[in-house]
């Protein structure tokens, strides 16, 4: 019998908001202040566009666009600048997003599990205005880069901060080799969303279940959530919230 479930953690980049769209604020921030260093911005641009592309997780897109527009690599620093400053002001969640985390947030603890340089990820939750649809944001490179998922850290901080055992959680995202892989190694099961960039990648081969996006995946949710007797947890998830989220 599958265990009822009396905490979720859900992923932020990709599967609540599309990811696209803070990139390419991102980029432009990167080329305007390219133009400002006496590069041409529209090339820088294309080229930055182009390369991420291919796959925004592989790094060193600066790096490679610079090379593409024949400009010298010692300008990186001061890019890296630009990207990691900027702040989005307002993300747009996928439809149904908000609906969905507040079914969640109703029953169960819920708690945001996300990679990334942490002031620029906190930007993020903040324009998607979400926190309080939520009990804990868990920034893994608060514990340095090398505990970002798929390692279990961050989803065992997730766990330890809403005071629930992994068999009892799912976790829900977009990455296979991230939110899935890091789940289950950690113990709990794993909704894999079929959005933004790694959409059509393959499922990882323990994945729990699939969804088309992040609402479809709590939909299928709901029923499956322990009785709605958890306050005692999402009062303890709160003040844990309170003494680390800023």
């Given at each position: ?175 296979p080799e991230k939110d899935v892989a890091g789940a289950v190694g950690a113990g709990l099961r794993a909704v894999r969303v079929g959005t933004g960039e790694y959409a059509t990648a393959p499922d990882h081969p323990a994945t729990w279940r699939r969804a088309a996006t992040f609402a479809d995946a709590v939909d299928a949710l709901l029923p499956l959530l322990a009785p709605p007797d958890q306050g ?15």
């Amino acid at each position: 019998m599958t265990a009822p479930i009396r905490a979720v953690l859900v992923d932020l980049d990709d599967t609540l908001y599309p990811q696209a769209r803070f990139l390419e604020l991102a980029w432009r921030a990167v080329a305007d202040r390219g133009a400002a260093l006496g590069l041409d911005r529209t090339p820088l641009l294309h080229a930055l566009r182009d390369i991420a592309a291919q796959g925004s997780a592989r790094g060193g897109i600066i790096d490679r666009a610079l090379a593409r527009v024949g400009a010298p690599t010692d300008l990186v620093p001061e890019l890296l600048v630009a990207f990691r400053g900027v702040d989005p002001g307002r993300l747009e969640p996928y439809p149904g997003v908000v609906d969905a985390l507040a079914a969640l947030h109703a029953r169960v603890p819920v708690a945001i599990v996300t990679d990334g340089e942490v002031p620029g990820q906190r930007r993020k939750v903040a324009a998607l205005d979400v926190a309080h649809l939520v009990d804990a944001v868990v920034y893994s490179d608060s514990a340095g880069r090398g505990y970002r998922k798929p390692h279990p850290r961050p989803f065992t901080d997730a766990l330890w901060m809403l005071d629930v055992a992994a068999r009892d959680a799912v976790m829900i995202g977009d990455r296979p080799e991230k939110d899935v892989a890091g789940a289950v190694g950690a113990g709990l099961r794993a909704v894999r969303v079929g959005t933004g960039e790694y959409a059509t990648a393959p499922d990882h081969p323990a994945t729990w279940r699939r969804a088309a996006t992040f609402a479809d995946a709590v939909d299928a949710l709901l029923p499956l959530l322990a009785p709605p007797d958890q306050g005692a947890a999402v009062a303890a998830a709160s003040l844990v919230r309170a003494a680390t989220e800023p």
